[in-house]
């Protein structure tokens, strides 16, 4: 078909549908982020003659005694708290699960791949956080969320340390490294660009994440983006400009890692797609 | 005794830390839940001004959403521990189900128990104690219309449902909206049904107490059954609004202070809230109780008001105590009415409204003093399901039948029943 | 040699993840399956056998979760495998434009679910939507995208498919990319058309990916919730309630064992889907 076509309208056409697909409601947020409501209410995209964006910006942070701002620092503290955690623990977990063979490794590689797919049980995972004293904790939600991270990042992991070739542990062996010395000097290197990937995609579902907030993290104070966004939902009835503004303000960061990260996130999205 | 000097010292240390931050810590601070955009908040914005300015207690706000899903964040805050300082709840069967005598604290040895009402006391009352003052004047629930279009088109309040339809038919031939639907906030499609408790209670005195027992249902009583029904036949007889499910709360006030649309199912509550966005279109709107099906019979469903209360959880219950003692104080009571006229009388002893209030407000007062009023069931009945208003969206765009949809209310309200582990269910 | 390494690779690595796992993922799982059965307050439960699988069941307001999830999940994961497939054969390409293109359609996915709920809520109001109004300057009469009940679902299931139709692509394109060069030429000299290369070459090959996909976006969709609690909280009445939606009401409304047994539900459909699913799709990649 393209053949026919000369090649030129077919990228003009392609670029113009997508960005009608994609690009359209994207815009449509930014315009309306710098509208009066009266404007932003006629659920118009072309920007309006007068904006207003820093005074929409300024209201949407100073709402609920600066709850935005609260809400940017406990989400950053938890997804900084995430990523650590979950690096650590997941590629310690990849080095064995890959280097060993046999029936627990079977059993565990099964747990793993479960919990790709089965729902978490919600209401026990309250009652055993609270049992010990970690609801409505960031440290909670951490290990939640790194309980939750776990399967994808260990298969990454597991992937990637099978590309290492064993020679290198026998060589340390030989020169007398310990397990841990291996993994700490030799191994974990290795796996930076694994590392990487991880981090970033973690990094932006975290960010996001509003699920496990919701149910994990109630209280204003332990506020995260996402429910102050759904939060304003409710009090920002029809004042579409704020929510605009909002949405605009906590898409910045995920936009930022997108910008710099393009290749790894995408990459590191097939690698895991492909092995699980 | 060593260890008194230790705490004495601490206790010196501490407060001279205090004193020297950089904000002089010697103004406490309580935080008080409340619903997002509630109608009375500058009524109440000015109460807490003035409470402000005579003790040194700052009142911060933490806004929940209004319909069950408040109901629900405040469940999930009461069981994780996690309540503020004080909080605004619906008086009665919701309020009841929080297990008051554990979650919050006895008013009934405070000052102001002697100030409130028997008949609220009630609604917020288990075992000997009662829980919360009320936050606004009792609200009536009804019809809320506008007197405008009704006079334009020399059309008489209606006193059966029968005259109320007929009403309806001719506001639709001029082209009108005869009955606002705001399903979008779908707390506000279960007033049409909640206002027509009166109207059950003057055919079926016992319902309340047989609903209770679970010996009646709605599904099998008539006079109950209508409720549903009338919710149905608004909608069959294309009497709604284009797009209800797109249509708020605050979007239905517009059209009726607009008089683009006519009747609107809701209780008095909302005229603060007209006040204050449509100053100039509070005098065009009117109320009437919901129509029944014989004109003898044509009463009010009151209402009790919203309450505030303290968890017991709370660091600062004295402070908390110290406002609701200010609230229903004459002085608290000036504060809230300094706004703006009260939409209907306080369930505070010897509060006097002022000459003015809204006609609204004198309609409701017409049936008050007539008599004509009934409680709404969830004053009279520890039995509300949860899921109350999506059955009344659902009945309310024919996505089932009346019937259909009592039944589905019938089993929601005995899975809260037997959750309460009331007996007979 | 191998057995002497063997050392090095102690489970004490597996230690610390095994424990979050076990502790916040795995004993959840297996509390749920005895807390179903009960009435629960959290701080005391009741025994009540299977009471709770019968209210899930016969409970009208919450069997039509069970319907809506499995229409919701074999709809979005149908929508995602065609339209992501066509996309990467389309950008795999020689356009010049396909780096741009990809990007722009994998970016939906960075934004938060809450975001996009609340950005198409806006674009699909019946009346000053963006949508309708365009189709209205096209002569269509749009319908209304959230507040009618037949509809409802499936306007979020479109929201869904453009929030991640992006994941699906980008994992063909890895999948078609891997794909040898010189299957292509032959059919070319032996006069295939572009139509016969997609058709003989690309999709066959493309099975590896298409499990993929098929497995994420149909587990990713039956455990699905923030979308619809954003865009329709299950309304117009019950009419879009999911599983994963009623499983939060149920546990807002305070009933908590209730709440558990549409977990287990969940878990019970996740299981019985997957393994024959799983199977089965690795079976076709085997025959061939």
């Known amino acids: 078909m393209s053949r026919k076509l000369p090649h030129i309208l077919v990228e003009v056409l392609s670029v113009l549908l997508a960005l009608a697909i994609f690009g359209v409601p994207v815009s449509y947020v930014v315009t309306n982020a710098g509208k009066t409501p009266v404007a932003a209410a006629q659920m118009l995209i072309a920007p309006s003659a007068t904006t207003q964006y820093l005074k929409n910006f300024s209201d949407v942070i100073a709402a609920s005694n600066n709850m935005l701002v609260r809400a940017f620092i406990n989400s950053t503290i938890i997804t900084i708290m995430s990523i650590v955690l979950l690096l650590a623990v997941s590629s310690m977990a990849g080095f064995v699960l890959d280097r060993r063979k046999g029936r627990a490794i079977a059993w565990i590689n099964f747990l793993v791949l479960a919990g790709l797919m089965i729902p978490p049980a919600v209401v026990p995972t309250i009652w055993l956080l609270k049992s010990i004293g970690l609801y409505k904790t960031f440290l909670g939600l951490v290990l939640v969320e790194v309980a939750l991270s776990f399967p994808f990042s260990v298969l990454l992991y597991r992937g990637y340390v099978g590309a290492i070739p064993r020679e290198l542990d026998e060589a340390s062996f030989m020169d007398g490294c310990t397990g841990i010395q291996l993994f ?93 | 005794m060593q260890r008194r000097i230790f705490s004495l010292a601490a206790a010196a240390v501490i407060s001279v830390l205090l004193a020297s931050g950089a904000y002089a810590a010697d103004r406490q601070k309580i935080v008080w839940l409340q619903w997002a955009n509630d109608a009375q908040q500058k009524a109440i914005d000015a109460v807490v001004t003035a409470f402000q300015a005579k003790y040194p207690i700052d009142i911060e706000f933490e806004f929940k959403p209004g319909s069950a899903e408040g109901e629900n964040l405040v469940k999930t805050r009461l069981a994780a521990n996690d309540m503020p300082d004080l909080l605004t709840y619906n008086s009665g069967s919701l309020f009841q189900v929080l297990n008051l005598e554990k979650n919050f604290v006895d008013l009934s040895k405070e000052p102001l128990a002697a100030k409130l009402l028997d008949s609220f006391k009630t609604t917020v009352a288990a075992g000997k104690g009662f829980y919360g003052i009320p ?113 708020t709360y605050d979007m239905a006030m517009a059209m009726l202070a607009s008089g683009e649309g006519v009747h609107y199912p809701m209780a008095t509550w909302i005229l603060a809230s007209i006040n204050s966005n449509f100053p100039d279109k509070i005098n065009d709107i009117g109320f009437f109780a919901l129509p029944g099906d014989s004109s003898d019979k044509n009463g009010v469903t009151l209402w009790m008001p919203n309450n505030i209360s303290i968890p017991k959880t709370s660091k600062s219950i004295v402070a908390a105590k110290k406002f609701l003692e200010f609230f229903v104080s004459a002085e608290g009571m000036a504060a809230y009415m300094s706004v703006g006229a009260p939409d209907g009388t306080f369930a505070v002893k010897g509060v006097k409204l002022p000459d003015a209030v809204f006609p609204a407000v004198r309609d409701v007062l017409a049936y008050v003093d007539a008599n004509k009023t009934a409680p709404a069931l969830e004053f009279l009945s520890p039995v509300k399901g949860p899921n109350l208003p999506q059955i009344c969206v659902e009945s309310g765009l024919a996505l089932k039948t009346a019937l259909e949809c009592a039944k589905e209310y019938d089993r929601d309200v005995e899975k809260q029943a037997k959750q309460l582990m009331l007996p007979g269910w | 040699m191998a057995g002497s390494t063997l050392r090095l690779y102690s489970y004490a690595f597996f230690l610390p993840a095994g424990i979050i796992y076990i502790l916040f993922f795995i004993a959840p799982t297996f509390l749920s399956f005895f807390f179903s059965l009960t009435i629960w307050t959290l701080s005391d439960w009741r025994f009540t056998g299977l009471d709770n699988f019968r209210i899930f069941f016969t409970e009208p307001s919450l069997s039509i979760g069970l319907r809506n999830s499995l229409i919701y999940a074999i709809s979005t994961c149908a929508l995602k495998v065609v339209l992501g497939f066509l996309l990467a054969a389309f950008l795999c390409t020689k356009l010049k434009t396909r780096g741009f293109l990809r990007s722009l359609i994998y970016f939906p996915n960075i934004l938060s679910t809450i975001a996009v709920g609340i950005i198409f809520s806006s674009l699909m109001h019946p009346s000053h939507g963006l949508i309708n109004t365009t189709l209205a300057f096209f002569g269509i009469q749009g319908p209304d995208w959230l507040g009618n009940p037949k509809m409802a679902l499936f306007s979020v299931v479109l929201v869904d498919v453009w929030k991640g139709v992006g994941v699906a692509m980008i994992i063909f394109i890895a999948g078609i990319q891997a794909i040898p060069q010189h299957y292509y030429e032959a059919l070319s000299i032996d006069g295939g058309s572009s139509f016969d290369k997609l058709r003989y070459i690309t999709l066959p090959l493309s099975r590896s990916s298409m499990n993929s996909v098929i497995m994420l976006a149909f587990i990713g969709g039956i455990r699905s919730f923030d979308l619809i609690w954003v865009m329709t909280k299950g309304g117009p009445g019950f009419t879009s309630d999911l599983i994963a939606s009623i499983i939060y009401k149920q546990l807002q409304g305070g009933f908590y064992g209730l709440s558990t047994a549409g977990n287990v539900v969940l878990f019970i459909i996740v299981s019985i889907m997957a393994v024959p699913l799983y199977r089965s799709l690795t079976k076709v990649e085997v025959d061939l």
């Open chain 2, 135 to 247: 936050m606004q004047p009792i609200p009536a629930g009804g019809i809320i219309y506008n007197k405008k279009v009704y006079a334009s088109l020399g059309l008489k309040v209606p006193r059966t449902w029968k005259e109320f339809t007929s009403n309806c038919e001719k506001i639709k031939a001029a082209g009108i909206v005869p009955v606002i639907a705001s399903y979008k906030d779908d707390w506000t499609a279960q007033l049409l049904l909640l206002a027509d408790f009166y109207n059950v209670n003057a055919t079926t005195p016992r319902f309340a107490a047989d609903y209770t027992a679970n010996k009646a249902k709605f599904a099998t009583t008539p006079a109950a059954l209508r409720g549903f029904e009338k919710i149905q036949e608004v909608f069959t007889k294309g009497y709604i609004n284009k797009e209800p499910m797109s249509t």
């Open chain 1, 184 to 276: 700490v000097k030799v191994i974990f290197p290795l796996m930076k660009p694994v590392s990487t990937t991880i981090a970033i995609i973690t990094s932006i579902s975290v960010f996001n994440d509003f699920v496990n907030p919701l149910y994990f993290l109630p209280g204003s104070k332990n506020v995260t983006v996402q429910l102050t966004l759904y939060n304003f939902i409710s009090t920002y009835v029809n004042k579409w400009n704020l929510l605009f503004a909002d949405i605009f303000l906590i898409s910045l960061p995920p936009l930022l890692f997108f910008i710099l990260f393009n290749r790894k996130i995408v990459s590191g999205m097939v690698a895991g797609a492909v092995k699980s």
